[in-house]
Every structure is written in C-alpha cells, then in structure tokens.
T-cell receptor, first 117, second 113 residues
Framework: AQKVTQAQTEISVVEKEDVTLDCVYE???????LFWYKQPPSGELVFLIR??????QNEISGRYSWNFQKSTSSFNFTITASQVVDSAVYFC??????????????FGTGTRLLVSP | EAQVTQNPRYLITVTGKKLTVTCSQN?????MSWYRQDPGLGLRQIYY???????DKGDVPEGYKVSRKEKRNFPLILESPSPNQTSLYFC????????????FGPGTRLTVL
C-alpha cells in the first residue's frame, strides 16, 4: 500500500536560513509519481512539483530544490534563503500509476514551516 | 480561466441538517475527487469519480454521498452531518491519465455544531 511520511510536524527558521523538508514514501510499484504542494495561510493548495519514478535528477526552481533518491525512498524539498512568504504547510504526496490509468493521491501529514523575520 | 470551484467556501451548520457542497470544473476532466483535511492527518480521499455515473469510495467515505450526473459537477452530500465531519474539504479534478496534475478547488471549511 502507498504511504507517505513527513516526520517533521513543524519547523521554525529565521529568514534567510536554508531549510529542508523531509518526505519518505512507500510503494510497491515501480512506476509512481511524487508531488509537493504548498498550503499558505489562506488555505488553498498550490502545486509545486511532480516527479516520476524514472527521473532521479534533482530539480531546482529559483530558491526551491528537490532531491529525489530512490535508494532511500525519499523526496526532500529544500528552500534556500527562506522568506517570510514561505511560511505555509507543505504536503508531500504519492501517486501510483496502474494500468487502468486511475490515479490516487496519498498525502503525507504535512510540515508546517514558520519563517520569522 | 481553467478552474475548480466549490461552494460554499465556509459553512456552519448543526448536527443532522442535510447539506451539499458543490464542486464544478470547466476543464472537461474525467476524474474528480473529494478530500478532507484534518490537523495531523493530512488530506484523505473521501470519494472519487472516474467519469459520469462512475463513483467509488476512497479511504474515509462514511457519512458522505456523492453523485456524478454531469461531467463538470461532483457534489458532496452530508445527509446527517455530525461534529466529527468538521473539516476542510477539497475537491480536485484531472484528466484520467497517469498521474496528471490534480487541480484543486479553493476548499470549503465546514463546521458542524
């Protein structure tokens, strides 16, 4: 069965610090997708990234970077030089890709990031 | 503009009073889904639909009903709400292909007294 673990419930940093949010997943499939979503205080879910299981290249987007390591079943998210606007709850999610094409997202419990000035 | 809309955005109701939360998407997506978000539990899937008249239970379906009579709409029905259904609800839609991005609605915050 699919499972996503975000062991860090809450992280507090001071602006300009780097911070890494951990995500560990479990799946029996060889084909799957991993996601990160951001939920700011306003409540909506903002899609950040999708990664498929065949692409282990790290990704960088501005101050955001993602480290996908199949060997440790981890998909960690790093924010460089954090800013107050990064304060949010961040969810990691996993979707298996069976032959039916049906996708189901399984979410982790989220990590609340507090960035203080 | 491509979007998923939910109504109402906020609702306070009392135990036992039937309510419906509407969800509509304008992207011609086959797949639609409802999630609830609770502190410390993340988002959990309630029901999903792979197309018109095709619905199935997710992980936490108890106390909820859904229908999919039209492709664009996927209402969530609480026939007899209870306080343990106080939660933040999200509707999502996507193409019925492998792991395409799910588009999420803005959320509905429901309080059952």
């Amino acid at each position: 069965a699919q499972k996503v673990t975000q062991a860090q419930t809450e992280i507090s940093v001071v602006e300009k610090e780097d911070v890494t949010l951990d995500c560990v997943y479990e799946t029996r499939d060889t084909t799957y997708y991993l996601f990160w979503y951001k939920q700011p205080p306003s409540g909506e879910l903002v899609f950040l990234i999708r990664r498929n299981s065949f692409d282990e290249q790290n990704e960088i987007s501005g101050r955001y970077s993602w480290n996908f390591q199949k060997s440790t079943s981890s998909f960690n998210f790093t924010i460089t030089a954090s800013q107050v606007v990064d304060s949010a709850v961040y969810f990691c999610a996993l979707s298996e890709a069976p032959s039916t094409g049906f996708q189901k997202l399984v979410f982790g419990t989220g990590t609340r990031l507090l960035v203080s000035p | 503009e491509a979007q998923v809309t939910q109504n109402p955005r906020y609702l306070i109701t009392v135990t036992g009073k039937k309510l419906t939360v509407t969800c509509s998407q304008n992207m011609n997506h086959e797949y639609m889904s409802w999630y609830r978000q609770d502190p410390g539990l993340g988002l959990r899937q309630i029901y999903y639909s792979m197309n018109v008249e095709v619905t199935d239970k997710g992980d936490v379906p108890e106390g909820y009903k859904v229908s999919r009579k039209e492709k664009r709409n996927f209402p969530l029905i609480l026939e007899s709400p209870s306080p343990n259904q106080t939660s933040l609800y999200f509707c999502a839609s996507s193409l019925l292909k492998q792991a395409n991005e799910q588009f999420f609605g803005p959320g509905t915050r429901l309080t059952v007294l």
